[in-house]
């Protein structure tokens, strides 16, 4: 008990708050009866004094915990999009998706560009990243979506593209070929290369350096969907 007191005493003084003086009590008409026995404080004394003296210890003041919070802006900024996609709400969701799935800032801009597809994928958007996050010395990650459940979802996703990006006349499981530039010594001979990317049924190829991506052999029949010049403005500071 008397631990209990000189904690919640302790506590008092270090608050600035005292405890008030008990009232003198009159002393006439009061004979002296001998010594005053000091009577042991009782059980409900002694947990009053412990809860007093926690609820006096709150008045220390405790630093708070510093939390870091995430800029806004790099969640409410939209990427421009050069070309024209069908939905460009959606186009704008799964760039932002995907950039916090990825950990990286979503690109300032991309080029894109909404395609036919075939019958089980019958409207593809292809999305060129131009962004130094997505792209390195072999080249930059190219995004073939197609709308979904919950907005447009990823069919593939290619490395080391440069532009152009065709969308050739030719189709394999009844999607059109995509061609693109390759550069570097991946295949025979000097100079860039156009690699054809064919779709397996459930997804397109997804390095154009290694099978079943191929050389496009003869002309390049078809339609330019991301041209260099796009990429080149996208790229500009």
């Not at 799964?94 to 560009?113: D, E, M, W, Y």
């Not at 009844?174 to 000097?190: C, K, N, T």
Request: glycine share 8%; proline share 11%; charged share 20%.
């Amino acid at each position: 008990g008397e631990i209990a007191f000189a904690v919640l005493r302790r506590h008092r003084r270090r608050c600035g708050t005292r405890r008030p003086p008990h009232p003198r009590q009159p002393t006439s008409g009061m004979r002296n009866s001998g010594p005053v026995r000091r009577s042991r404080p009782s059980m409900t004394r002694i947990l009053h004094a412990l809860l007093s003296a926690a609820v006096l210890s709150a008045c220390s003041p405790v630093p708070a915990p510093s939390i870091a919070f995430a800029s806004p802006q790099a969640a409410t900024s939209e990427t421009t999009v050069i070309g024209v996609v069908d939905d460009p709400q959606a186009l704008q969701t799964f760039l932002r998706l995907n950039a916090v799935k990825s950990g990286v800032s979503p690109p300032p801009t991309v080029v894109a560009q909404t395609v036919d597809g075939g019958p089980r994928h019958p409207r593809i958007t292809l999305v060129y990243m131009s962004a130094p996050e997505w792209c390195g010395s072999g080249g930059c990650k190219l995004f073939i979506l197609e709308p979904g459940h919950s907005g447009l979802e990823a069919l593939a996703g290619v490395t080391l593209v440069h532009a152009p990006v065709l969308i050739l006349d030719t189709q394999t499981h009844d999607m059109p070929d995509i061609a693109v530039r390759v550069r570097g010594e991946y295949y025979p001979g000097e100079g860039e290369k156009m690699v054809v990317l064919p779709f397996d049924g459930r997804t397109y190829a997804s390095n154009p350096t290694v099978p079943p991506a191929r050389l496009l052999q003869g002309p390049a029949d078809g339609e330019v969907a991301i041209s260099e010049d796009q990429v080149a403005i996208a790229f500009r500071p």
